[in-house]
């Protein structure tokens, strides 16, 4: 009866492929478990609206009749205008709303005016005065469309506003610092795709108060643009394409790490001595002449040369054959080039 032979593995290799077989059967394992047990639930986030706040705004410094400063027609915002010379301001605000699609825009708009004073103490701004009032009235408009437009022009009247902060000053004798901010407050608000948009937005000119003069200034033609999204959940299908290459994975895996687990090992160790051997006999067939007794030559007939091409040269030279005999008990290559009772010898030890 013939008996079975067990394959034979190296160690390295028995080792080496026991890790990717535990790693492949972990991995694919892992994969598996999450594509069937796993709803593959997955939020994402999508843009469903854009919308670009454009606020400007222009005025005109009416003078009053003096002797000093005439009416400039053409404005010069560099320019600062002489307080107690100032009779009105008209100030025109120009607001732009402007979507990236068509939507019901419901707004209001209004202007606020608001009086601020400050004190400084010690290097600490102490406010005293925050008053506030309606310019305008709040505005309620609909359109329907992606454009919302604004334009109010007020004629702003201050002497009374500064008549009364420089008699506090006076009177009270403290220097104050104020300044008389104009607000348009906006909101708009829509529903894109149910979901509700509310916009508020509040520009601002500022004019300043109680100072021999006086200049206006703002964030002019300024322009915003906000994004408005959506999130949504996403059920992806079980890729069956994906459960199958696992099973697939995990059969390959047990499969090789059962045959490697079972598997004999062996440690095949390069021979370097036997390459050696063999190269030479390979590179030198035709100049070597094996024999089967080994040589028993008088120690001081016997060169020793330090490397096979020493003896290769001696047979050139010498024009004779290089004897070759392989000592199996102690894993020695002879190798002898005899002239008379000379003998070069070169020995090849494993």
Known sequence: MRTKQKNKIRKSTKYIGSFISILLLITSFISL??????????????????????????????????????QNEEKDESIAYVTDLIDTTDLTLNYQYIADKDANLKYTYSVIGRMQAVYTKDGEEQKIIDEQETILDE????????????????????????????????????????KYDVILKVNVQTNVEENQIDVNYEPVVKINLAEKTTKITGENNKEEKQFISDEYSVNGAKNIFVVIL?????????????????????????????????????????????????????????????????????????????????????????????????????????
């Open 139 to 178: 505005q309620t408009k609909e359109v329907s469309g992606r454009e919302i437009n604004i334009n109010e022009t007020l004629n702003l009247d201050l002497k009374d506003k500064n008549q009364l902060l420089e008699d506090f000053e006076q009177e009270l004798g403290m220097s104050i610092t104020a």
């Open 246 to 350: 696992d099973i697939i994975l995990i059969i390959m895996s047990v499969t090789i790490l059962r045959y490697i687990l079972r598997a004999r090992t062996t440690n095949r160790v390069k021979n370097e001595f036997r390459q050696e051997l063999n190269r030479i006999l390979k590179l030198c067939q035709d100049k070597i002449v094996q024999i089967s007794t080994k040589p028993h030559d008088l120690p001081e007939n016997v060169v020793h040369v330090k490397d096979f091409g020493e003896i290769f040269k001696v047979s050139e030279e010498l024009f004779k054959p290089i004897l070759y005999y392989f000592d199996n008990e102690k894993q020695e290559a002879w190798f002898s080039v005899m002239t008379g009772n000379t003998t070069y010898r070169y020995i090849l030890k494993g």
């Open 33 to 70: 478990l999450k594509n069937i047990s796993n709803e593959n639930v997955k939020t994402r986030t999508r843009e469903i609206y854009n919308y670009t706040n454009k606020f400007s705004y222009d005025y005109n410094v009416n003078i009053i009749d003096n002797k000093y400063i005439k």
